[in-house]
């Protein structure tokens, strides 16, 4: 999959997946990022740059959104790009029309620009490599596969207040199985070079052989959190759920779920993400979700600069 993000010079074409890519590549994406935050004010503001003026990127979302679909429309427009959301509900779909009629009839409107949600596996890969050569295709997730973007915010967010990964070690808890973020976010972390990256989930919402992707595997969220700098929280995705595999949400929460005790037993300056969004008393605790740790709202922030960086390399002249 890696060649097909890069260019024959090893510039970012299309972004799929951290997996595969550089750290030097990754670093590039933090560091582009930085560069449309200005601090200087009382509250992070983005600077808008006219990078993709003149270029009309399209929002394929095929699955429902708040965070991801917005972030990039508002990365798109402050780099000056016209942006088309696809109502896919009263789009052509409906009338069974395939994903890549739909593609080709898209480039037919000469834009230059897709962020693909999907959820089949592989959609954005399939696009990436059935569309025009001038056209650019991220990844906005697909299926349980990839969320790049949502892993490089997070990285963003872990840099800014922690400053070097090197030394740290990050908790993923809670659906492992189901999550394209704990994928995307595993395989950043390492490459970026975490100490550890820890996993912590029942048995029934790990995958199989996790521990190829190199991490850690805990049970147990009590013995789990010992040591831990971030806590990255995640939500059941039942919507990806086919059997049963959990006996009951609050046996769930007594067991994962993340309480103000609970991240006690973290470093006392641990700070606490989760993506979003989050189910309040499933996974994790309002008085955690809101709690002086909890840093989910500074991510969603920040991926309006990261969506920027993504779009700035693999879009503009
Ligand atoms: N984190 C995330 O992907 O959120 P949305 O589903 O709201 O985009």
Do not use: W
Request: with cysteine; proline share 3%; hydrophobic share 45%.
């Amino acid at each position: 999959m890696t060649n097909l993000q890069l260019t024959a010079e090893n510039k970012l074409k299309h972004f799929l997946t951290p997996e595969g890519l550089s750290a030097g590549l990754l670093t590039q994406i933090l560091d582009k990022a930085e560069t449309f935050l200005d601090y200087s004010g009382a509250q992070a503001k983005i600077k808008s740059v006219p990078l993709l003026k003149d270029k009309t990127v399209v929002n394929l979302f095929f699955e429902n959104s708040t965070r991801t679909r917005t972030t990039f429309e508002l990365a798109a427009k402050h780099l000056g790009a016209e942006v088309v959301n696809m109502n896919i509900a009263t789009s052509a779909t409906s009338k069974g029309e395939s994903l890549l009629d739909t593609i080709r009839n898209l480039e037919a409107m000469f834009v230059d620009g897709f962020v693909v949600r999907h959820a089949v596996s592989g959609a954005a890969h399939f696009i990436a490599q059935q569309t025009a050569p001038h056209i650019s295709v991220i990844n906005a997730g697909d299926g349980q596969h990839a969320h790049p973007t949502q892993a490089m915010l997070d990285m963003f967010t872990i840099r800014k207040l922690k400053k070097d990964f090197s030394g740290l070690r990050v908790a993923i808890i809670g659906d492992i199985l189901h999550s394209r973020v704990a994928r995307s976010e595993i395989h950043a972390l390492n490459i970026l070079g975490a100490k550890e990256v820890r996993v912590i989930a029942p048995k029934t919402l790990l995958p199989a052989e996790i521990e190829s992707l190199g991490v850690t595997v805990s049970h147990d969220l009590n013995e789990g959190l010992q040591d831990i700098d971030v806590v990255i929280m995640l939500r059941l995705q039942k919507e990806r759920m086919t059997s049963a595999l959990l006996p009951s949400e609050s046996e769930y929460f007594n067991c994962f779920g993340l309480t103000e005790e609970k991240l006690k037993l973290a470093k006392p300056d641990a700070i606490v993400m989760h993506p979003g969004p989050i189910n309040r008393g499933v996974e994790i605790d309002s008085k955690v979700a809101d709690g002086k740790q909890s840093v989910i709202l500074q991510q969603v922030s920040n991926g309006v600069a990261v969506r920027m960086a993504v779009m700035a390399m693999t879009m503009a002249d």
